[in-house]
């Protein structure tokens, strides 16, 4: 199985900058990619952005294209999101999966972690 485990949510202010973690254990070879998605109250959960892992093919929504970057660290196995211009909308839950390059139905999920963009 695969296990996949959120950190580095929080508090921010708007234009401000966090840095999401999301590490994998169990049995990575079933999933090419690591996807990130969020879900605001009330709203369906998105995609946001994707990363293989060789790192060579990543994939942004447009709403954060410019101001998330993924980079992807092999011998941790954990990926990373780093998140800066933040904005009041950018405020959700945020899910790491573990999927196809294209990110349809990905099988595996993490817990999520909250991220709050607030003065």
């Known amino acids: 199985q695969v296990q996949l485990v959120e950190a580095g949510g929080g508090l921010v202010q708007p234009g401000g900058s966090l840095t999401l973690s999301c590490a994998a254990s169990?049995?990575?070879?079933?999933?090419?990619?690591f996807g990130w998605f969020r879900q605001a109250p009330g709203k369906e959960r998105e995609f946001i952005a994707s990363?293989?892992?060789?790192?060579?093919?990543?994939s942004y929504a447009d709403s954060v294209k410019g101001r998330f970057t993924l980079s992807i660290d092999n011998a941790k196995n954990t990926v990373y999101l780093q998140m800066s211009s933040l904005k009041p909308e950018d405020t959700a839950v945020y899910y790491c999966?573990?999927?196809?390059?294209?990110?349809?139905?990905?099988?595996?999920w993490g817990q999520g972690t909250q991220v709050t963009v607030s003065s």
């Open positions: 169990g049995s990575t070879f079933l999933f090419y990619a």
């Open positions: 990363i293989n892992w060789s790192g060579s093919e990543t």
């Open positions: 999966a573990g999927g196809s390059a294209t990110m349809t139905k990905p099988p595996y």
